[in-house]
């Protein structure tokens, strides 16, 4: 088939297209001009964007046009796509139409840890020798690329809970029909897209539903919520966590020892079991847990998926270290949720003991830029020893009284003794942190998108400096 993905730079849609490519198809798209992880993905399965979304992109007609979920109705595309009628699907349809037929969905859904969990299953699962499918929302250092058919009866992906598409408004995972989910966490997100956190629920409930009584739910047993979701699971589930009570857990606390975290396993067949895991945080350990009971619910053996899991590089921009310059470490993770951020900022306050810890933080998404988060940003960055604010990013489309107030949030973060600052641009963030910082110093670039490059700049103004 012909196929045109419009927006096909999004961190799904690139490796979908990729798929495609693979798969036989001829594969085509358009989208704003595209950077580096995803442009070169595209680059090298030798798929070449429009730059730009013009309704000649569509001229000779494709057999199938799928659009991201970003894309409003009234880009030029949609619009000739509908006047020539053209078939559509959504980027979840497209997916589970051409490669989750005849396999065993392994879905990772959740507030927090989606990325990481995935990217850590599609390693294990490869690495103990099941050849799995997976798409994964993130580059994995251990993986070739964050794409892949394989042969196996698994296909990993990595289950959102943002709308798909502007005429395919539920949620992204409800298209994957999870054979096993994972369930990490259920926090309130998304407020554009739900409005209350029982609208919210209703489509974490909906989807526990319609896994099969055959299939399996692995659910993170230390939140409550969690726990209220999963009663409506009609299959066999599994809780795991820290907390003892759970089916899955450790034999004793974790200990960190430079890069690594020492687990053991309380594994109910194999006993306890010795993992080094190379994460740092207490939500990496739980993400570890929710990979290994599904690897060996699989029956794969215990030493294998321990083996495995040591040999996990991690994600791009998940705590990746950039580099170091002027004696400064720079850190790059994803996190945007005040739960997200607390736990990014406490798993880098343990692994780096003695570094003053710097955090710089842009509210990127919908959400993340809402007064209804203030006191929990007030709490989560009342980890770090030093805090900066980037504007926030939508600031437009969010109405009178639904921003939140920075400069207010970082006067109540320095009263309470961690000294804040929020900069009016990009650019003036940039200077004030460069300024701030000192040697031995860790600082962390917090965003869900782009930033503007912020913390390679900034790595640059260090090196520069010296």
């Known amino acids: 088939m012909k196929i045109h993905l419009i927006a096909i730079g999004g961190t799904g849609m690139a490796p979908l297209a990729c798929l495609l490519q693979a798969a036989g198809h001829q594969v085509g798209g358009s989208d704003g001009p595209l950077y580096p992880p995803m442009s070169d993905l595209l680059a090298e399965a030798g798929i070449r964007p429009w730059v730009g979304y013009e309704a000649a992109h569509l001229d000779p007609p494709p057999d199938l046009v799928v659009v991201g979920n970003a894309v409003p109705r009234t880009n030029p595309e949609c619009v000739e796509a509908e006047r020539l009628g053209l078939p559509r699907l959504s980027m979840p ?12 969905p392994l879905v990772v859904a ?15 699962y490869t690495a103990c020798g099941r050849d799995p499918g997976f798409l994964v929302g993130g580059i994995p250092r251990s993986l070739e690329k964050s794409f892949r058919r394989g042969s196996g009866d698994r296909f990993v992906v990595e289950g959102d809970e943002y709308n798909a598409a502007y005429f395919d408004r539920g949620p992204k995972f409800l298209h994957y029909r999870p054979e096993t989910l994972i369930l990490t966490s ?17 489509a974490y409930r909906q989807l526990v539903e319609i896994v099969p009584r055959q299939g399996r739910l692995i659910a993170c047993g230390d939140s409550a919520d969690v726990r209220r979701v999963a009663v409506r699971a009609v299959c066999p ?9 759970n089916d899955l857990h450790l034999s004793g606390p974790p200990e ?25 945080g207490e939500h990496n350990v739980a993400n570890c847990l929710a990979v290994w009971a599904a690897a060996r619910g699989d029956g794969i053996a215990a030493a294998e998926v321990a083996a495995a899991l040591a ?43 003695g570094r003053r810890l710097v955090a710089v933080f842009e509210p990127r998404t919908n959400s993340a830029g809402r007064a209804l988060f203030y006191d929990a940003y007030r709490a989560a960055f009342g980890v770090a020893d030093r805090v900066f604010l980037a504007p926030i990013f939508h600031a437009a ?14 006067a109540d973060l320095t009263a309470a003794g961690t000294p804040a600052a929020a900069p009016p641009s990009i650019d003036a963030l940039l200077d004030e942190t460069a300024a701030a910082l000192a040697p031995g110093d860790l600082v962390v670039s917090m965003s869900s998108g782009s930033f503007e490059g912020f913390p390679h700049r900034l790595l640059e103004r260090l090196a520069a400096a010296t």
């Open 93 to 104: 349809q497209a997916l589970a139409r051409f490669f989750l037929e005849g396999r065993r």
């Open 110 to 124: 959740g507030t927090h840890g989606k990325t990481t969990t995935t990217a850590l299953a599609a390693w294990v």
């Open 256 to 280: 960190t020892d430079g890069g690594v975290t020492r687990l053991l396993v309380a594994d109910p067949e194999a006993g306890a079991v010795p993992v080094d895991l190379p994460l740092a």
């Open 397 to 410: 489309r969010l109405g009178d009284g639904q921003a939140i107030d920075l400069d207010r949030l970082a």
């Open 311 to 353: 040999g996990f590089a991690g994600v791009r921009r998940r705590m990746e270290e950039l580099g170091e310059a002027a004696g400064v470490l720079v850190v790059e993770d994803f996190a945007h949720h005040p739960t997200a951020v607390k736990a990014t900022l406490e798993a880098l306050d343990g692994r780096y003991p």
């Open 186 to 202: 259920v926090e309130h997100d998304h407020a554009d897209l739900y409005p209350d956190w029982e609208s919210l629920l209703a």
């Open 237 to 245: 589930v599994t809780f795991y966590g820290l907390d003892p009570a």
